[in-house]
């Protein structure tokens, strides 16, 4: 049997930070993971993720991805990797009509409100504006209205992962990887984790599980997250000179969640150029994934939504990967304690956009599994907003 103040069971994205924040603390503290992370096998992974500091989907985000930027810029310091890359972010939709991203309306008119509420630099361009300095995006049209965010861009998952596991163990966190835990059970006070045939107790866990949430903690979150599959794709480019520091965006063209695309400017030396969307019809499990991806997917993805949009994308396909979303029914996250067993916090369901705020989600779980003072304010996710009783 082995013993820790906390332990955080899942390292992805939400778990890693958590662990690396708890070390900081000098909390006794020991995480664990089925896999070894980085993997490429839930939520955490595909070399780039998004990031963008006037959160559209509520203002409630903003002190998270503020955070996770200045803690980025800590740990490209302690270790001498790049993590941020500062290129921009535009956001893009029509003019006019409906469009919607993340369930949210209107979702440039949101993040411009987000950006002037928090002072968050940014500029509001028509689309002949934006189609002039930005080129690579042919397929603008001048009625469109675009956000755009100098201070946004895009972090490396697989490293933000790693140089924080590495912080995290030479702050004397430990580690169990390819370990699988199988049960939670809180007795009294401590919580007793499963762990293949040991067991590890604890005076308080943190679960950050994403897609295995469901099958390792049950009720009530059986009925709250849902797993949907996602596709990445990255074509290659007839030329990458054209697209080399440009800005990531954000692409809606339509009325509905699912149409709209995102797109990285190709990473320094690459010539490709990864794109992708979300689906919130059909729903996988962590175990059950496909995780091929077809040529069929990479040539609708491209036709649908790159072709006529992008300048110098080809349909030629470099690579696909699948990988993991888990979602709540508001597409909102979940950071609260479990209601059967307080000693249990539970961070999931980040919904499609939670890798840009997770470092400083993990600051201020980590506030709160210690009882440090804090200025994040985690009632927006509580599970009390779909009205889950405690026992």
């Given amino acids: 049997m082995e013993r820790a103040q906390i332990a955080v069971v899942g390292l992805g994205a939400m778990g ?11 909390v006794d503290a020991i995480g664990i993971d089925r896999f070894e992370p980085p993997h490429d096998l839930g939520s955490s992974h595909g070399e780039t993720r998004i990031t ?15 955070a996770s930027h200045a803690i980025w810029r800590e740990l490209e ?5 790049p ?7 535009l956001v893009i939709a029509p003019g006019s009509g409906a469009s919607s991203h993340h ?24 689309g002949t504006e934006a189609r002039r300095r930005f080129p690579q995006l042919e397929g603008i049209s001048s009625d469109d209205k675009v956000y755009y965010e100098p201070g946004g861009g895009y972090v490396r998952p697989e490293r933000c992962i790693a140089v924080q ?5 030479a702050l004397g966190a430990r580690l169990r990887l390819g370990a699988q835990v199988t049960s939670i059970r809180q007795e009294g006070d401590a919580v007793r984790i499963s762990v293949g045939g040991s067991e590890i107790v604890a005076d308080q866990v943190v679960v950050a599980a994403g897609a295995w949430t469901v099958p390792l903690l049950g009720a009530p979150f059986e009925r709250l997250l849902t797993v949907r599959r996602q596709v990445l794709h990255w074509f290659r480019l007839e030329d990458p000179a054209p697209h080399a520091g440009a800005p990531v965006f954000i692409w809606m063209h339509g009325a509905g969640d699912e149409d709209y695309f995102y797109g990285f400017p190709p990473l320094p030396g690459d010539d490709r150029f990864k794109v992708a ?13 496909d995780r091929q ?19 110098g994308v080809t349909p030629e396909v470099a690579q696909a990967a699948a990988c993991l979303y888990t979602v709540t029914p508001d597409s909102g996250f979940i950071i609260d304690r479990h209601p059967q067993q307080d000693r249990v916090m539970v961070i999931s369901a980040c919904s499609g956009h939670g890798f840009k705020h997770s470092a400083g989600i993990g600051q201020a779980v980590a506030a709160a599994v210690t009882g440090a003072p804090s200025t994040f304010d985690l009632t927006p996710f509580s599970l009390k907003r779909f009205q889950v009783a405690s026992a």
């Fill in 293 to 311: 991806v077809s040529p069929a997917e990479s040539a609708a993805m491209w036709q649908a939504h790159v072709a006529g949009r992008v300048t």
């Fill in 83 to 89: 993590l941020l890359e500062a290129c921009g972010v």
């Fill in 165 to 169: 596991r590495d912080q995290a163990q």
């Fill in 103 to 126: 369930g949210k309306p209107d979702f440039v008119a949101r993040s411009i409100e987000t950006a002037r509420a928090f002072g968050i630099a940014h500029e509001v361009l028509d």
């Fill in 16 to 26: 890693m930070a958590t662990l690396y924040q708890l070390a900081r603390r000098g």
């Fill in 77 to 81: 310091a302690a270790s001498g990797e």
């Fill in 52 to 66: 963008r500091q006037a959160v559209g989907e509520g203002g409630d985000y903003v002190p998270f991805v503020l």
């Fill in 277 to 289: 969307t979300e689906q919130y019809t059909a729903a996988t499990t962590a175990e059950s994934l």
